[in-house]
Every structure is written in C-alpha cells, then in structure tokens.
C-alpha cells in the first residue's frame, strides 16, 4: 500500500480530543493534524515523538494533514487504523497469505450478522470467508503487540459476530495486522480488556480462526504485510487473566 501523497517529517506536541494532534514541522511551522486512530495509542503519542503526515488536497478539510507514522523507542508504527484493512486486502489480492489463498473474489465492508460489517469477505463460488482486520500498534518492551489498548465493547461484538458465523458452518478470521515494526508476537491485552481476552478464546474455541501478521514500513515508499507472527496465550505472555468482563 502506497501513502497518498509525499509524507512530511515533524515533531509531535500533543495528541488531544482523540482526533486532533499539534505538530512542529522542521520549518518551525505550528499546525495541527487530523488523528485518524480512536484507541488509547499507548507507546505512540509521546510529546517529542519524530511523525510523518500525509496532506490531502482536498479544499473542504479543515485539517489537512494526516497523522499517519510515528518512531518509537521499539520501531516505527503507523497510527492510521483503517490502513491495515487496505494493507491486508493488497495481500490477499496478491494470494500472499496461505491460510487465505485460493479465493477469486474480495469484497470490502461487507454486511452481516446483526448489523456488522465484515473488513474483508473472499468468496470462491459456494466457499466464503470472513475476515475482520484489527491494527495492532501497542507493542511492549519485550516485542509483544497487545489488542486491544482500550476496553472496546465493539471488539468484543465483532468476535461474537464472527462465532455465530463459525457456528454456522462459514468461515471466519479474525487477522491481527502489528502495524508496528517491533512486534515480534501477538497477544490479546487481558490486563486491559479481560473480556476481550475472554470473547477470543470463546470464539476459537467454536472455530474462528485467529492468526496475526507484521509488516514493513518505508516512510517514503508505504507498508506491506511481511511476515506471520505467533499468536501467544496471555499466560504464556506473563500477563494477568483476570476473572469476570470489563464494562
């Protein structure tokens, strides 16, 4: 996947009102930025932090830019959330992933269950596929990418979605895209959200399957699905599981 446009270097200020970032350019020009991410960003929203935006040209937006990368102490990340589905459905295009091969059709936002939307649907006459995409973009100091960084009911709608589709005899994906270059594993962050951690095992358990792949980053070029990565048990990652749901 391609950026846009040409990405511009800056130094981050501040992230706010969850949509909204201050950024310094190297001119010394004070603008701000549309954030395109609804978590909590946790790793990548530090004042100081080295980031790279996109400009639309469209003449209606009030902000112009768009956050798109940030450097970490771990590794580069990408912060836009909705480019992980176009990352995703490029490789699929592309019959990259193995799991997922073998299909002659893709379609995007895709309807079904009881008013959700599935990322990704491959089809091959009768054989259909749903795949929902989740951008993973908390990474710890060990390498272990967390999702997700915030408590998220919706999260937990879509595996539940998937489950009845699993339980309907269809195939059901649920593909964890590390949109951070120092991700080395996956995890599902039961610390966070214990329900989540719950809602995944409850829907594998009726056969959606869950894998998780990393990417490469080139802020000048754009991003491409790299490599597949272990899907740990918090167990395993030395986290806690803790007992009953988050609200």
């Known amino acids: 996947m391609e950026f846009p446009s040409a990405l511009k270097q800056g130094e981050l200020l501040r992230r706010y009102q969850r949509f909204l970032a201050d950024v310094e350019l190297p001119d010394g020009q004070l603008i701000t930025a549309h954030c395109p991410n609804t978590g909590a960003m946790t790793g990548c929203a530090q004042p100081g932090s ?34 992980a589905n176009r990352v995703v459905a490029e490789a699929l295009r592309q019959q990259r992933v193995p799991e997922l091969a073998g299909y002659d059709k893709l379609e995007t936002e895709v309807s079904y269950g009881q008013g959700s939307r599935a990322d990704l649907a491959l089809s091959s006459g009768p054989r259909r596929c749903l795949v929902e995409v989740k ?7 060990e390498g272990l990418g967390l999702f997700p960084d915030a408590v998220s009911i919706r999260a937990r709608k879509h595996l539940r979605e998937l489950q009845a589709v699993a339980e309907a005899g269809q195939r059901a994906v649920i593909f ?24 995944l095992n409850l829907a594998q358990a009726a056969g959606v399957e869950a894998m998780a792949w990393g990417v490469r980053i080139a802020p000048q070029r754009g991003i491409s699905l790299h490599r597949r990565l272990p899907l740990v048990e918090p167990a395993a990652a030395g986290l806690a599981v803790r007992p009953g749901a988050a609200s």
């Open 135 to 141: 951008s993973v973009t908390w990474c710890d100091s």
């Open 176 to 199: 964890f895209c590390a949109f951070h270059t120092g991700i080395s594993s996956v995890a599902a962050a039961v610390d966070i959200d214990p329900a989540y951690g719950e809602a």
């Open 50 to 83: 080295r980031v790279w935006l996109s400009v639309s040209g469209s003449a209606t937006r009030k902000y112009p830019h768009t956050w798109e990368l940030v450097e970490t102490a771990e590794g580069l990340a990408c912060i836009h959330s909705a480019r």
